[in-house]
């Protein structure tokens, strides 16, 4: 299981990312577990899950905290993204709290920053704070979260909205509703697409079904699920508190799922049969 065998998806730019990352939401909130949750984060990149997915809103900047401290001598191994709440994504609000959560995070940079999800602020306000920071050079690229293709669409035609890097959204194999739209659009734009809750918060592992698929691969059941988004060609950042969740999240790169497989997952999974508005956790 060596980092250099992790796989990568392509940003827009050309630029190659783990396609398994990690995922920091509810990390940070409980002092009991602060050592634990930094030792999970460090290995996690030393097994080549170098995505680091945080956010503003997490732990009112707990998990950022909790980031910076984990990772502030090994910034340049980190490919580290963290969002902007909508409250906040006015053009100066936008710059405010991007600098706010790179003080958290102890780095002069992020590589990626999203819009958590779309609020009151036009798209245009939070665009033009993006532009700020990426000539200010406290940004690589900026992306999305939870917008849906009417909301892509419209972003798009907006000027500078075709620098569009990635959307994240809630995907798993319970919710498969961005297949029928979102997700060819986005591959037809060449934005990437990243996965949150790519297990649905565990509450898949208590389904039979991926039970029995990880049974018959020698796997588990996490492990199947993290295999299926990856081979869908989407990133996933699935939160793991310890290091030996950590270690069971890292197995599902090297997994490959065998047509049976997946035809047993379609038919406990059905894909959508047409249009399903963007669901949101």
């Keep these: 299981m060596s980092a250099e065998s992790a796989r990568t998806v392509a940003l827009p730019s050309g630029e ?3 396609a398994l990352g990690q995922g920091t939401w509810y990390l940070g909130e409980d002092p009991a577990r602060r050592e634990q949750e930094i030792a999970a984060l460090r290995l996690g990149v030393d097994l080549g899950m170098t995505v680091v997915d ?5 732990g009112d900047g707990a998990a950022e905290e909790l980031v910076g401290e984990a990772l502030r001598v090994r910034r340049d191994e980190v490919f580290l993204v963290s969002k ?3 409250g906040h994504a006015d053009r100066k609000g936008t710059v405010a709290a991007c600098e706010g959560s790179l003080r958290r995070l102890r780095t002069e940079r992020l590589d990626l920053y ?8 036009p798209l245009e306000e939070t665009l033009a704070g993006f532009t700020d920071l990426m000539e200010a050079e406290k ?16 972003l798009t035609t907006l000027p500078g909205g075709d620098a569009t890097a990635v959307d994240q959204v809630l995907y798993n194999l319970s919710r498969r509703g961005i ?4 997700l060819p659009w986005c591959r037809e734009a060449g934005v990437t697409v990243m996965a949150y809750s790519p297990i649905e918060q565990a509450r898949l592992l208590k389904v039979e079904a991926l039970d029995a698929v990880a049974r018959a691969l ?3 059941p996490a492990q199947v699920a993290l295999a ?6 989407v990133a996933a950042i699935p939160r793991a508190g310890s290091p030996d969740h950590v270690r069971e999240n890292r197995g599902a790169v090297d997994l490959h799922l065998p047509a049976e497989a997946l035809d047993a997952l379609d038919e406990a999974f059905p894909p959508p049969r047409g249009p399903t508005p963007l669901e949101m956790l």
Aim: charged share 25%; glycine share 8%; proline share 2%.
């Design 139 to 154: 940004i690589r690229y900026w992306g999305v979260s939870n917008l849906d293709v009417d909301d892509m669409a419209e």
């Design 228 to 233: 299926w988004v990856l081979a869908q060609g």
């Design 114 to 121: 999203l819009l958590h999800w779309r609020g009151r602020w």
């Design 218 to 220: 020698g796997a588990t």
């Design 16 to 18: 190659e990312i783990a």
């Design 179 to 182: 297949e029928w739209d979102l």
């Design 54 to 58: 945080t956010a503003e809103m997490y």
């Design 84 to 86: 902007v709440l909508p």
